[in-house]
């Protein structure tokens, strides 16, 4: 069982910068894959970026690509997002997520067992 936290979000203007937290407990958190996704007002939630449990590899969404870059310290059972050059259309509901999995790093909410209760990212233009 993994419980996540996740913070960091708040109102910036476009062409800013945030760094959203995802805090985990429980145990062996280094053996989960992360993922971030976003869910805008009347949108469905999507894909942002994921991380493997020893952050070998990243996968992003095309539009964050080059903006956005997820990392994690398993020593600190943390994931992070640093979004740079904000635009109006990232803002939404971000959510952290977790899977059990040494293998793969999912690009679909399905794919995950835990989520957090989000953090709310306004990007004002």
């Known amino acids: 069982q993994v419980q996540l936290v996740e913070s960091g979000g708040e109102l910036v203007q476009a062409g800013g910068s945030l760094k959203l937290s995802c805090a985990a407990s429980?145990?062996?958190?280094?053996?989960?894959?992360m993922g971030w996704f976003r869910q805008a007002p009347g949108k469905v939630r999507e894909f942002v970026a994921a991380i493997s449990w020893r952050a070998s590899i990243t996968d992003y969404r095309d539009s964050v690509k080059g903006r956005f870059t997820i990392t994690r310290d398993n020593a600190k059972n943390t994931v992070y997002l640093q979004m740079n050059n904000l635009k109006p259309e990232d803002t939404a509901v971000y959510y952290c997520?977790?899977?059990?999995?040494?293998?793969?790093?999912?690009?679909?909410?399905?794919?995950?067992?835990?989520w957090g209760q989000g953090t709310q990212v306004i990007v004002s233009s």
């Open positions: 429980g145990r062996s958190f280094s053996s989960y894959s």
């Open positions: 997520a977790a899977v059990y999995s040494t293998t793969t790093i999912p690009q679909t909410d399905i794919g995950y067992n835990y």
